[in-house]
T-cell receptor
């Protein structure tokens, strides 16, 4: 059973640009959550999607957005990149989002210069 | 917002020693989780705790869900070099509309000296 796949693994972008990250959940998992990991703030919840609907959103500015497709694959987009957006972006999938557990991908390392 | 206080921040131990780390929260959680993260990888679930007072083992790892539901600890016995990594506690909370989210501690970085 394939795990959670995130692409690309590494990205370097310039301030002001936008970026799109992709996440393919474990087959059969319908919930996809996104987290941002930085040395200063640790792991912080961005948003969660289930059946193409955003069910929950963390405390991040509107520049951070996402979507989920009918095959449960998800993308997150960050517009007008700032230096502080440099982070490891992690995607986690679960069957329903809850106590059945989350499986994380290896993440996308975004560097904004 | 909810915050988890995880301690210690880092530990250096000799191979074969036991390790203990803990997490406390100002809020109640109904599920506590412990993850391990290796460099360049995402967190991997080690142990999940679902009931207050629950004590669960996974090999050399033992974790407990505090009675108050505001704390948890993780013990690693007889540490080995591959235990090196960052350990995170996380509390699972219901956010409404069928959605849950994880609140993470800042992590405990474990170094094992052979």
């Amino acid at each position: 059973k394939a795990g959670v796949t995130q692409t690309p693994r590494y990205l370097i972008k310039t301030r002001g640009q936008q970026v799109t990250l992709s996440c393919s959940p474990i087959s059969g998992h319908r919930s996809v959550s996104w987290y941002q990991q930085t040395p200063g703030q640790g792991l912080q919840f961005l948003f969660e999607y289930f059946s193409e609907t955003q069910r929950n959103k963390g405390n991040f500015p509107g520049r951070f957005s996402g979507r989920q497709f009918s095959n449960s694959r998800s993308e997150m987009n960050v517009s007008t990149l700032e230096l502080g957006d440099s982070a490891l972006y992690l995607c986690a999938s679960s069957l329903t989002a809850g106590a059945d557990g989350y499986t994380f991908g290896s993440g996308t390392r975004l560097t904004v210069v | 917002g909810q915050q988890l206080n995880q301690s210690p921040q880092s530990m250096f131990i000799q191979e074969g020693e036991d390790v203990s780390m803990n997490c406390t929260s100002s809020s109640i959680f109904n599920t506590w989780l412990w993850y391990k993260q290796d460099p360049g990888e995402g967190p991997v679930l080690l142990i999940a705790l679902y009931k207050a007072g629950e004590l669960t083992s996974n090999g050399r790892l033992t974790a407990q869900f505090g009675i108050t539901r505001k704390d948890s600890f993780l013990n690693i016995s007889a540490s080995i070099p591959s235990d090196v990594g960052i350990y995170f506690c996380a509390g699972l909370s219901y956010s409404g509309a069928g959605s849950y989210q994880l609140t993470f501690g800042k992590g405990t970085k474990l170094s094992v000296i052979p």
